[in-house]
């Protein structure tokens, strides 16, 4: 007999209700997998800060009868048997019980199936393999999922070859529960796991990427990710990582900041591996912007998180002068506070309390800059582009290049950002032509070297 106690499990009113109906109606209403396993590891002390988990539901009710059922419903699987059940602002994913007909390793065709036993028959590890059914209080454990969760261990439902085989998501999912319950992979489906690495190639990018933010979710995604690494799903998804997990001292510092990062600031967590990828802040930007275009990140995550990587050297100190500050702030915009995260993640992985005291008398120092709501773009100027037209410019490139001349007084001493000083500082540039020359210097090739196609100097 399972040492579950359902009585300790403590579900949304809206799952109950959902459930409840489903039972009035003459049908079975069962919760199963992350919910029950979630729930039971909290019962057993393990993993305390676990997120919430979903209470989701599986039934012998066809689609069309739930959504009969209920009146408010989103068909979003309707053909692999998921509808959503909308009660009040919150949502429960119902879903027919299923048996696999035929899969290819990334997509599977169902049929539905008569019994709870032959949907639990599917599932991936003994954990998810678990049952309760609130109207009667039964639990349903063939697979022994329970007594593996006591144990610490990850085990595949059944054959593992033929679970991997049948989705390879399945491998990264593993490596996700392995690392958040400190569970070990039990032989046969470590050896299998491993097997069916190279199947991942074969995954849609979406999938992975999910997967990843689940991963960087967990409190503690570390463990997860140095399964990637020994496991070799790397090489297949994250090859821009590779050079840096070959180095053992330097995979675990990164893994370290990763850790220390807010589990809910994904961006910072993913910045802090990229930050170590490479030394200089062009290449650490471009394995930001590589890694996260191969996983179909939104175009404003990937564009962010490249700014972090490029932007995290060189910082800023608590000795350095207001301007430098105001310098700084101008040069990473609205990624200030998010840099920071990044350098106190570093920092804390580190034990270094030194470097985190010095770290907090500079953002306090920051801060306080941020506070005086100083002019860091040609937006806060008080003169425009116009008024440099209106003193003879012409239009041209020369007009911003003055602009930004005058932005970096500003910036340098806030009390120039006055129109008529700035239009006198700007017919002083003009007049001597300063600005013309800049320009000729800005664009003129190094010394020594011609046009293209001149020779070289000899």
């Known amino acids: 007999m399972s040492a579950i106690d359902p009585g300790r499990f403590s579900p949304p009113p809206g799952f109950s209700r959902t459930a409840e109906r489903l039972e009035a109606a ?133 054959e593992p070859e033929a679970r991997f085989r049948e989705d390879y998501l399945r491998v990264l999912r593993g490596f996700r529960f392995a690392g958040r319950f400190g569970w070990a992979v039990e032989a046969r489906t470590d050896e299998a796991m491993r097997a069916a690495v190279d199947g991942l190639p074969g995954l849609s990018a979406e999938r992975v990427r999910e997967e990843l933010l689940k991963v960087m979710a967990d409190p503690k995604p570390s463990a997860a990710l140095e399964l990637y690494s020994a496991c070799g799903a790397l090489r297949h998804w994250y090859p ?57 990140f939104s175009n404003a995550d990937r564009r962010y998180v490249a700014r972090l990587a490029r932007l995290y050297l060189p910082f800023v100190g608590a000795l350095d002068s207001a301007a430098e500050h105001r310098r700084w702030l101008a040069a990473v915009g609205d990624a200030w506070e998010d840099l920071f995260e990044l350098h106190f993640a570093a920092a804390r992985a580190a034990g270094e309390t030194q470097a985190e005291r010095y770290l907090e008398a500079t953002r306090a120092r920051v801060r306080e800059e941020r506070a005086d709501d100083p002019v860091l773009d040609l937006a806060g100027l008080a003169v425009k582009g116009d008024d440099l037209l209106a003193l003879g410019m012409s239009p041209g490139p020369l007009v911003r290049l003055l602009l930004e001349e005058l932005l970096e007084q500003v910036i340098e001493d806030p009390a120039r950002n006055d129109r008529e000083a700035l239009l006198d500082e700007a017919r002083r540039l003009i007049e001597i032509g300063s600005l013309a020359e800049a320009s000729r210097l800005r664009d003129a090739p190094p010394a020594g070297k011609g046009p293209p196609g001149a020779p070289a100097d000899d």
Not at 126 to 145: F, K, L, M, Q
Not at 251 to 262: K, N, P
């Open 26 to 158: 003459g049908f079975e209403a069962w919760a199963v997998g992350g919910s029950i396993r979630d729930a039971y590891v909290a019962q057993i002390g393990g993993a305390p800060d676990l997120p919430e988990p979903d209470w989701d539901l599986t039934t012998d009710a066809r689609p069309q009868d739930v959504m009969r059922l209920f009146p408010r419903t989103v068909p979003v699987g309707v053909s692999h048997g998921t509808v959503t059940v909308l009660d009040g602002d919150d949502s429960y994913e119902v879903t027919t019980f299923r048996r696999d007909v035929e899969t290819d390793g990334r997509h599977a065709r169902v049929a539905f199936a008569d019994s709870i036993e032959e949907d639990l028959g599917r599932r991936d590890f003994t954990a998810n393999a678990i049952a309760w059914r609130p109207a009667s209080g039964e639990v349903r454990d063939a697979w022994e999922g329970a007594e593996d969760i006591e144990d610490g261990i990850l085990r595949a439902v059944g």
């Open 240 to 296: 821009e990582l590779l050079g840096l997990a070959a180095d053992g001292d330097a995979w675990r510092s990164a893994l370290g900041a990763v850790e220390a990062a807010s589990a809910q600031a994904a961006n910072v967590r993913l910045a802090s591996l990229l930050v170590c990828a490479s030394e200089t802040p062009e290449g650490r930007a471009e394995a930001a912007e590589s890694l996260l275009s191969r996983l179909k």
